[in-house]
């Protein structure tokens, strides 16, 4: 009986943790697709995440300011999950965006892109005596 009650708790458990990765994953109401995006800290690295319904692609291009395209990938129907990590290191500082498009609906996430140039730091001094 232990075992029987144990058994059907881990099972429930279960049941609870996938049905937290679908509801997860759920588009926003009238949306085919959806795009989150983050910088990797102290990099010039940005991850994109996009969850999508399965039997649409997904096109990502990567612009510039002068609306020249970079980079252009394509995101299978099959898939309904996509996440990359673009290094942008070496890119010029500027403005760029990227566009995630399936035809018919169109993200746009922009990007400044600005090297920090260092700075001469004054230093202090302290004498004990």
Not at 57 to 68: A, F, G, H, Q, V
Request: net charge neutral; proline share 2%; charged share 25%.
């Amino acid at each position: 009986m232990k075992t029987q009650v144990r058994n059907f708790a881990l099972a429930l458990v279960a049941g609870l943790f996938t049905f937290s990765a679908v509801s997860a994953t759920e588009l926003p109401e009238g949306k085919t697709f959806d795009v989150g995006m983050y910088r990797v800290v102290n990099t010039m690295k940005i991850n994109v995440m996009i969850a999508k319904e399965q039997g649409n692609w997904i096109e990502i291009r990567l612009k510039n300011k002068d609306n020249e395209t970079i980079y252009v990938e394509v995101v299978n129907r099959k898939t309904t999950q996509f996440a990359k990590k673009f290094d942008l290191e070496g890119l010029e500082d500027g403005e760029y965006r990227f566009e995630i498009t399936n035809g018919k609906e169109t993200i746009v996430k922009e990007i400044n892109l600005q090297t920090n140039v260092p700075t001469v730091a004054s230093y202090r001094t302290v004498e004990v005596k």
